[in-house]
């Protein structure tokens, strides 16, 4: 069966076979006529494309022609004018010489004394040609005739104003903030005095303010009217013109570095005072002792209500005593008497101990506080580390100013406790000494008698 089926297929392509070669014959003609039409379309366009591109090309070229007669036109005025300058330069050279560097010599100066009279005191009334030293400054010209006279004339003003005392009208900010028109008194060209003192001049506003600190001995204006009519009189002046009275400002009193040491300086300022007042208690009470001692030195037999007269009391109680039980006693007495003397010392010893040991606590304090604000703003502005830096410093300095006299009174108070605890045993001493002599004397009196 599959033999049968196979043979028919065979036969049926072989029958269709030549109709099937006719049509891809007339179908491959009908393609290639198509393409050469195609063909035609896109040579057309391609030669139309070409006209356009030879046409642009020409257009480019004669521009390129004009820009390269332009250029060389340009390049030629260009050198010309290059000689030109240069010609023209050398005549300003040689027709200037020596004027450019006076001109540079001028305005230099002109510079110099321009900002020097910017915040100088003669401002008030002495810079009558202050507008023209800034045109010489501000010039890129040489300078006029006129503005070279104006320039020495300045010089000459201030020259003839540093010598001299005048009272002037300025313009004052007062504490409330307002303008005031006060008197003034200009001492040459290094300081401005009011009635309160010493004033800073600000020369770009024309206005004077009071220095917050004034030196001691300050002068003042209502003082120095006798120099405006050719007195002599001593002045303190600062020769550095307002330099030194702004520091002076800026120096911390002994209130601002306690106020600087916190609550650690405090602390040990508390302790100072407390060990101060210790020390003043017992010294007057040492003190009075010794006197009593001493009145008690020149009468022992009659025993009064001191440190001496308690010992030599116990001696007075009971004479018939043995001289162990005695010397005991007396010991006793002088152990308490000691002890009152001592009374306080060893809180003086501690609080002088206690003072440096505070001291470096706000050291370490002071330095860690430092330390974070470095943390938090870097260290390219020493005054945002000045705080925790002066707390380490201040603190540092009061616990050594507490130690130093708490440790000196502790050492006198000491040695006059231990001058009187030596009075005491010395006398005790004595006393055991003269019982001992007593018993001895009675010892030998039955056996004279036996005798």
């Not at 090309?57 to 007669?69: D, G, I, M, P």
């Not at 008030?124 to 070279?148: C, N, W, Y």
């Not at 938090?376 to 830096?389: E, Y």
């Amino acid at each position: 069966m599959k033999k049968l089926m196979i043979s028919t297929a065979i036969a049926l392509s072989m029958l269709a076979q030549p109709v099937f070669a006719d049509d891809l014959v007339s179908l491959s003609q009908q393609e290639s006529k198509q393409q050469r039409q195609h063909n035609q379309v896109r040579e057309s366009g391609f030669k139309q494309t070409e006209k356009e591109l030879l046409a642009l090309k020409a257009e480019l070229v004669r521009q390129r022609s004009t820009l390269q007669a332009e250029n060389e036109k340009l390049a030629a005025t260009f050198s010309e004018n290059e000689d030109r300058l240069a010609r023209l330069e050398e005549d300003l050279r040689l027709e200037t010489g020596s004027l450019g560097e006076v001109f540079g010599v001028v305005r230099q100066n002109a510079k110099e004394l321009d900002s020097e009279l910017h915040d100088s005191v003669t401002g008030a009334g002495k810079q009558s040609f202050r507008q023209d030293l800034e045109q010489i400054v501000a010039a890129t010209h040489l300078p006029s005739m006129s503005q070279l006279t104006a320039l020495w004339q300045a010089m000459q003003e201030q020259i003839d104003a540093s010598g001299e005392f005048e009272q002037t009208e300025i313009v004052q900010l007062n504490g409330d903030g307002k303008r005031e028109t006060v008197s003034a008194v200009r001492l040459g060209s290094f300081a401005l005095v009011g009635e309160a003192g010493y004033l800073k001049w600000n020369g770009s506003k024309e206005i004077a303010t009071l220095y917050p600190k004034q030196p001691e001995n300050g002068p003042v204006s209502t003082e120095l009217t006798s120099l405006t009519q050719g007195a002599t009189q001593n002045v303190v002046v600062d020769p550095s013109r307002g330099i030194m009275l702004e520091q002076l400002a800026l120096t911390p009193s002994a209130w601002d570095r306690l106020q600087a040491g916190g609550a650690v300086g405090k602390v040990i300022i508390a302790l100072l005072l407390i060990g101060l007042a210790i020390s003043l208690v017992r010294g007057l009470s040492l003190m009075s002792a010794r006197q009593k001692i001493s009145r008690q030195l020149k009468s022992p037999q009659t025993p009064t209500d001191n440190p001496l007269g308690r010992v030599l009391s116990v001696y007075s109680k009971d004479k018939s005593q043995t001289v162990e039980a005695l010397e005991l006693r007396l010991l006793e007495a002088v152990v308490d008497e000691q002890s009152k003397l001592e009374k306080g010392l060893s809180m003086l010893k501690l609080l002088a101990a206690l003072a440096p040991m505070l001291g470096l606590l706000g050291t370490v304090t002071g330095m860690i506080e430092t330390f974070q604000v470095i943390t938090q703003f870097g260290n390219g502005d020493p005054k945002v580390m000045a705080g925790g830096i002066s707390m380490a410093l201040v603190t540092t300095v009061l616990g050594l100013i507490a130690a130093m006299p708490l440790l000196l009174a502790h050492n006198i108070l000491s040695s006059q406790a231990e001058s009187i605890r030596n009075i005491l045993e010395k006398q005790g001493i004595a006393l055991v000494a003269q019982q001992a002599e007593k018993a001895m004397d009675s010892e030998k009196a039955p056996l004279g008698n036996a005798a």
